[in-house]
């Protein structure tokens, strides 16, 4: 369930429905910037969101399967078979049930819109094509051009020390989400279209999970209220996780990212056929960056922003007046606004609830990725249910879950808390980007942010190199802080309030 | 020393007496005080010809500075995404690179100001590393170094002053004792860290940031062990 839902930390305490006026907001080709944009940012805002109780209106419940009962951590489940709800169907969900379902474990994917085409860059790692056997017509385009441009419109083209083979793979979600799915299937996971409204323990802290949901399988607009009991829950929902809600995992910090797809001219788009545009300063975003992507047949120019929410829409025109020359003259044909998460929520799991992907928060600073760290982290949420519950024959506990988390924070965190050091440093201000994209002209500097980005692993390099590169990075922050002295800059000390006041600039900024 | 090699012809650039005026916030039109023509400006700077006077809004390229014409930055010395550096050469043919600093200073306020289009087809080359690290050294660094040296001499007058009545240890005395040097670099690098009164809250600021991520991160761990690599935890 990757839609845009609530506003994390605007509402928190009641149960929200997507309803189906939103759903059409967001699935539907717009006819006019103006509308569609108003339409993203109410949905974006919640100011459609019909207000709900938890399983109000569930009349008629039916118990679609065996009753669980109460089982110890630990405990042989008797010749019956591990049973775990995934609650989201995208990268992170799909991968988690593939791999459960693979593992032996009766597996249940809960997934709403099935050709839900998220807003989202859709840029893959390279490694990401290899560890999870892609096929190749999942990549629409092969991006080995990153054309940087700082505030003063210097340029620097970064990719010039790929090789022949190696490439950013852009790929449009519902085909990677929809191609994931499918193979969970295949592989045994049983694919539920269906919302997740809520869930409940019943028989208390060891006993099962009743989830319900609402089924969605016999097309139409309104969902039949069913109700699931399973042994473990998987939170895949995206940032406005309800499993996350459920399990009281707490709020993220969280970036805005809009993004407007233009379909542009052939001789424009021929520019952009394996290109990737990245715009800082100022006028784009105060602690992101702009960026014109290709995607299948058009292009997406967007931005993000943490902390000024309420001026995105005036970052976006800043956006597309930066890369104007080169994007004018399109049509615009989808208008996309989506929450992005800063940090990892304060819980990740409880009991026999565990949360992957950008539910739990795992989307890159800096670069703001987030599809292989959600693949990633559902695959080895379920290695370690599999292996916890012994091939699903044994119930796992959190204990269990905690060994994923743990492997996780060990393997990535450096990962994580280097990005962030890059966004805090070159993000911060004007004199700071101008030093960054100066910087990123250095070959040392290419192939060490490609090997890392494209393989995920950090290979060490030569210390002499790194020395060669620390001097010249104090060397360009220092000249560009000399040349821009008392140029604006933005702090990331603290925790962003999610003063209803942003949230007002937001709708005040749709009402415009 | 400053002469970088440069063509001969530069020298017959229109000089800027002194060091350059183009302030940041000078947007306005400066008064021209020669005229190229504008066919001439893109083949050769050096062919530039003494015209007279003409109005600000004349079409024939006047003398610009620091401007946003069309979209387009526009200087009189910045030619094919770059300045050119032999307009900024003084009567001996050195190098005024102050003057380079500053024409980049006002060209980044004016483009944070008013942004403008990427285009292919004129591309900023000019890089400020080009810039030999001596003229910044002069320009940023010694007044700063001025100011921080004379500190760190009136502080530690008073502060050994201040030893000196207390203790009755002299100078020397104070020189010689480790306590003394401990205190010497005590006070140095606390005036390098502390210079205005902005540093306080400016360098706590620093610390949350560096500490504010982590902590996001570690939350998950607060009151629970975390497990060890590869124990079995529930085994029972």
């Given at each position: 369930?990757?839609?845009?839902?609530?506003?994390?930390?605007?509402?928190?305490?009641?149960?929200?429905?997507?309803?189906?006026?939103?759903?059409?907001?967001?699935?539907?080709?717009?006819?006019?910037?103006?509308?569609?944009?108003?339409?993203?940012?109410r949905a974006f805002t919640g100011q459609q969101l019909q207000h709900?109780?938890?399983?109000?209106?569930?009349?008629?419940?039916?118990?679609?399967?065996?009753?669980?009962?109460?089982?110890?951590?630990?405990?042989?489940?008797?010749?019956?078979?591990?049973?775990?709800?995934?609650?989201?169907?995208?990268?992170?969900?799909?991968?988690?049930?593939?791999?459960?379902?693979?593992?032996?474990?009766?597996?249940?994917?809960?997934?709403?819109?099935?050709?839900?085409?998220?807003?989202?860059?859709?840029?893959?790692?390279?490694?990401?094509?290899?560890?999870?056997?892609?096929?190749?017509?999942?990549?629409?385009?092969?991006?080995?051009?990153?054309?940087?441009?700082?505030?003063?419109?210097?340029?620097?083209?970064?990719?010039?020390?790929?090789?022949?083979?190696?490439?950013?793979?852009?790929?449009?979600?519902?085909?990677?989400?929809?191609?994931?799915?499918?193979?969970?299937?295949?592989?045994?996971?049983?694919?539920?279209?269906?919302?997740?409204?809520?869930?409940?323990?019943?028989?208390?802290?060891?006993?099962?999970?009743?989830?319900?949901?609402?089924?969605?399988?016999?097309?139409?607009?309104?969902?039949?209220?069913?109700?699931?009991?399973?042994?473990?829950?998987?939170?895949?929902?995206?940032?406005?996780?309800?499993?996350?809600?459920?399990?009281?995992?707490?709020?993220?910090?969280?970036?805005?990212?809009?993004?407007?797809?233009?379909?542009?001219?052939?001789?424009?788009?021929?520019?952009?056929?394996?290109?990737?545009?990245?715009?800082?300063?100022?006028?784009?975003?105060?602690?992101?960056?702009?960026?014109?992507?290709?995607?299948?047949?058009?292009?997406?120019?967007?931005?993000?922003?943490?902390?000024?929410?309420?001026?995105?829409?005036?970052?976006?025109?800043?956006?597309?007046?930066?890369?104007?020359?080169?994007?004018?003259?399109?049509?615009?044909?989808?208008?996309?606004?989506?929450?992005?998460?800063?940090?990892?929520?304060?819980?990740?799991?409880?009991?026999?609830?565990?949360?992957?992907?950008?539910?739990?928060?795992?989307?890159?600073?800096?670069?703001?990725?987030?599809?292989?760290?959600?693949?990633?982290?559902?695959?080895?949420?379920?290695?370690?249910?599999?292996?916890?519950?012994?091939?699903?024959?044994?119930?796992?506990?959190?204990?269990?879950?905690?060994?994923?988390?743990?492997?996780?924070?060990?393997?990535?965190?450096?990962?994580?808390?280097?990005?962030?050091?890059?966004?805090?440093?070159?993000?911060?201000?004007?004199?700071?980007?101008?030093?960054?994209?100066?910087?990123?002209?250095?070959?040392?500097?290419?192939?060490?942010?490609?090997d890392s980005y494209l393989y995920k692993t950090v290979v060490p390099?030569?210390?002499?190199?790194?020395?060669?590169?620390?001097?010249?990075?104090?060397?360009?922050?220092?000249?560009?802080?000399?040349?821009?002295?008392?140029?604006?800059?933005?702090?990331?000390?603290?925790?962003?309030?999610?003063?209803?006041?942003?949230?007002?600039?937001?709708?005040?900024?749709?009402?415009? | 020393?400053?002469?970088?090699?440069?063509?001969?012809?530069?020298?017959?650039?229109?000089?800027?007496?002194?060091?350059?005026?183009?302030?940041?916030?000078?947007?306005?039109?400066?008064?021209?005080?020669?005229?190229?023509?504008?066919?001439?400006?893109?083949?050769?700077?050096?062919?530039?010809?003494?015209?007279?006077?003409?109005?600000?809004?004349?079409?024939?390229?006047?003398?610009?500075?620091?401007?946003?014409?069309?979209?387009?930055?526009?200087?009189?010395?910045?030619?094919?995404?770059?300045?050119?550096?032999?307009?900024?050469?003084?009567?001996?043919?050195?190098?005024?690179?102050?003057?380079?600093?500053?024409?980049?200073?006002?060209?980044?306020?004016?483009?944070?100001?008013?942004?403008?289009?990427?285009?292919?087809?004129?591309?900023?080359?000019?890089?400020?590393?080009?810039?030999?690290?001596?003229?910044?050294?002069?320009?940023?660094?010694?007044?700063?170094?001025?100011?921080?040296?004379?500190?760190?001499?009136?502080?530690?007058?008073?502060?050994?002053?201040?030893?000196?009545?207390?203790?009755?240890?002299?100078?020397?005395?104070?020189?010689?004792?480790?306590?003394?040097?401990?205190?010497?670099?005590?006070?140095?690098?606390?005036?390098?860290i502390f210079r205005t009164t902005d540093s306080i809250p400016a360098?706590?600021?620093?610390?949350?940031?560096?500490?504010?991520?982590?902590?996001?991160?570690?939350?998950?761990?607060?009151?629970?062990?975390?497990?060890?690599?590869?124990?079995?935890?529930?085994?029972?």
């Open positions: 369930m990757a839609f845009v839902g609530t506003l994390p930390g605007a509402v928190s305490d009641c149960a929200y429905r997507t309803d189906q006026p939103r759903l059409a907001n967001f699935g539907r080709v717009q006819r006019t910037q103006q509308h569609s944009t108003l339409c993203s940012l709900r109780q938890t399983g109000q209106g569930l009349t008629s419940r039916r118990s679609q399967h065996l009753v669980v009962y109460a089982i110890k951590d630990g405990a042989s489940l008797e010749g019956r078979k591990l049973k775990v709800a995934v609650v989201g169907g995208g990268p992170g969900g799909a991968c988690t049930a593939d791999t459960l379902a693979r593992g032996g474990i009766e597996t249940y994917l809960i997934e709403r819109k099935m050709d839900n085409c998220k807003p989202c860059g859709g840029a893959i790692p390279l490694c990401m094509v290899d560890e999870f056997e892609l096929p190749a017509d999942i990549i629409d385009r092969k991006v080995t051009k990153m054309k940087m441009i700082s505030p003063s419109n210097r340029e620097v083209d970064v990719g010039k020390t790929l090789s022949q083979t190696e490439y950013i793979g852009m790929c449009r979600r519902e085909v990677l989400d929809n191609y994931l799915r499918k193979r969970a299937q295949e592989n045994g996971a049983k694919v539920l279209n269906g919302l997740f409204m809520g869930m409940e323990q019943k028989e208390g802290e060891e006993g099962a999970y009743t989830l319900n949901f609402n089924n969605y399988e016999a097309g139409g607009k309104v969902g039949k209220p069913e109700t699931l009991e399973v042994d473990l829950v998987v939170g895949a929902d995206g940032a406005n996780s309800r499993v996350a809600r459920e399990i009281d995992a707490g709020e993220y910090d969280y970036a805005i990212a809009f993004q407007e797809r233009i379909r542009i001219p052939d001789d424009k788009m021929d520019y952009y056929k394996d290109l990737a545009e990245m715009y800082v300063g100022d006028d784009v975003s105060p602690d992101f960056y702009g960026w014109v992507f290709p995607k299948y047949d058009h292009v997406a120019v967007g931005t993000g922003t943490v902390v000024n929410k309420a001026g995105i829409k005036q970052y976006q025109l800043a956006t597309r007046a930066r890369s104007k020359g080169k994007t004018e003259g399109g049509k615009i044909i989808r208008v996309e606004a989506h929450p992005i998460p800063e940090h990892p929520r304060p819980r990740r799991c409880k009991n026999r609830v565990a949360l992957v992907g950008d539910a739990a928060g795992y989307v890159t600073k800096c670069s703001g990725e987030g599809i292989y760290f959600a693949a990633k982290s559902g695959r080895m949420c379920a290695e370690a249910i599999v292996e916890g519950s012994a091939q699903g024959s044994r119930m796992p506990g959190e204990s269990d879950l905690r060994q994923y988390l743990s492997k996780w924070d060990k393997k990535y965190w450096a990962t994580y808390k280097v990005l962030d050091i890059l966004q805090k440093v070159f993000y911060r201000s004007n004199p700071a980007r101008e030093a960054f994209v100066e910087m990123c002209e250095s070959e040392y500097v290419q192939r060490m942010t490609f390099g030569n210390p002499l190199d790194d020395l060669k590169l620390l001097t010249q990075t104090v060397g360009s922050l220092l000249r560009g802080n000399a040349l821009r002295a008392g140029a604006k800059s933005v702090s990331f000390g603290q925790r962003v309030e999610e003063a209803s006041s942003q949230v007002k600039g937001v709708k005040a900024a749709v009402k415009a | 020393m400053f002469n970088m090699s440069l063509p001969a012809q530069a020298m017959s650039v229109p000089q800027q007496a002194g060091r350059h005026t183009c302030q940041p916030r000078a947007v306005t039109l400066r008064r021209p005080l020669r005229i190229r023509a504008a066919a001439a400006v893109d083949e050769k700077p050096a062919a530039a010809k003494p015209a007279p006077s003409q109005p600000k809004a004349a079409a024939s390229a006047p003398k610009l500075t620091c401007q946003v014409v069309d979209g387009k930055f526009t200087d009189y010395r910045w030619e094919n995404g770059r300045w050119t550096l032999s307009n900024f050469e003084n009567k001996a043919g050195n190098m005024d690179w102050d003057a380079v600093i500053d024409a980049e200073m006002a060209r980044r306020k004016i483009l944070e100001d008013n942004p403008i289009a990427s285009t292919n087809e004129d591309p900023v080359l000019f890089d400020t590393a080009e810039i030999p690290w001596w003229a910044w050294v002069r320009r940023f660094h010694l007044p700063e170094a001025e100011k921080a040296n004379g500190r760190a001499a009136m502080v530690g007058y008073a502060m050994a002053f201040v030893v000196d009545s207390l203790s009755g240890a002299g100078l020397v005395d104070q020189q010689n004792s480790f306590l003394g040097k401990l205190l010497l670099h005590v006070v140095v690098f606390a005036i390098l360098l706590k600021g620093l610390l949350d940031e560096a500490t504010f991520y982590d902590k996001q991160w570690k939350a998950t761990w607060e009151g629970q062990e975390r497990p060890v690599e590869g124990e079995k935890p529930s085994s029972s």
